[in-house]
């Protein structure tokens, strides 16, 4: 942004109540600046305004503020990637890894973000694609910025699958699912089930099986251009999930494609708040000086 931007979207997690205050005051502080402020359309709806959708807002803003947890984060993530805007995420919610700064920070970090005195970072998301088995043509589905993650649609119930990479093939796995993810979201679903952490600002994918029924299966990096392929085997339904909130049903030998997107979402970064300062703060990275003597 070569200046300073004026076009504001605001989206939050709309069931609470310091979302709906935090965005209310939002709108009056950035308006008295002379700013646009457009609300996305659910969140207005709580506080009885009119809204935009999360498309329309991502191609429209400067600088989407989303105001809730990490859930309302990857949702902003996907409006605002491949365009312009940067993204400033607040902690409103619980863990908010993600998060560039927490509520009481909120007033500090906007204004950071609006005078450009916050870095910018780049993150890169996947882009995902279907090849349906019967009668079905190829296609893309849908943009994560964290992790897409290919599982039985019963819980509990183990996937077979079929999976490749790099031009070979890597076998049958039987495990509860497989997890593919960003560098950003190398601290979610892939870290409990025992991936590696990744730098966010790293280019790179992390594929991870999920409880797998094997001793030798075990995480791997891949880089970019590089296509991760499974193929469903099972026989009861599956589903592909993107950042945990979006499923798409697949089939019994339905394969999807999973790679580096080549859209990413620009991030406001918080000097005060680095990536380590997070694993320790956030994930207890590390303990602490009394639990380790």
């Not at 979207?9 to 009056?28: C, E």
């Not at 709580?46 to 191609?59: Q, Y």
């Not at 920070?105 to 882009?127: C, F, H, M, N, Y």
Request: charged share 25%; proline share 4%.
């Amino acid at each position: 942004m070569k200046t300073k931007p004026r076009r504001i979207a605001i989206v939050g997690h709309t069931r609470r109540v310091a979302v709906r205050r935090a965005a209310s005051r939002l709108v009056q502080k950035l308006a008295r600046r002379g700013c646009e402020v457009r609300l996305d359309r659910d969140l207005a709806a709580a506080m009885n305004r009119a809204g935009e959708p999360f498309d329309k807002l991502g191609s429209w803003c400067d600088v989407m503020i989303s105001l809730g947890g990490d859930g309302t984060v990857l949702t902003a993530g996907r409006a605002i990637a491949g365009r312009r805007g940067v993204l400033l995420p607040v902690n409103l919610g619980g863990l908010g890894f993600l998060a560039a700064a927490e509520e009481d920070e909120l007033d500090e970090a906007v204004d950071a973000a609006l005078a450009k005195r916050w870095p910018v970072g780049i993150r890169s998301g996947l882009e995902t694609r279907i090849r349906r088995a019967r009668g079905g043509r190829d296609r893309a589905v849908g943009f994560a910025l964290n992790d897409a993650v290919v599982r039985s649609a019963v819980s509990y119930a183990a996937i077979h699958l079929r999976v490749s990479a790099l031009g070979q093939d890597l076998g049958h796995l039987v495990a509860d699912g497989l997890i593919a993810s960003s560098s950003s979201g190398s601290t979610a679903y892939t870290l409990s089930a025992g991936g590696p952490m990744v730098a966010p600002h790293m280019h790179a994918m992390i594929v991870t099986p999920a409880c797998a029924h094997a001793l030798g299966s075990r995480s791997l990096v891949l880089g970019p251009g590089t296509v991760l392929s499974t193929r469903v085997i099972s026989p009861g339904p599956a589903l592909l999930v993107l950042d945990g909130q979006e499923p798409i049903e697949l089939a019994k030998d339905d394969e999807v494609d999973i790679q580096l997107a080549k859209k990413t979402v620009r991030v406001f970064e918080n000097p005060g708040r680095p990536f380590l300062f997070a694993l320790q703060s956030k994930l207890g990275w590390q303990g602490s000086e009394r639990r380790s003597l």
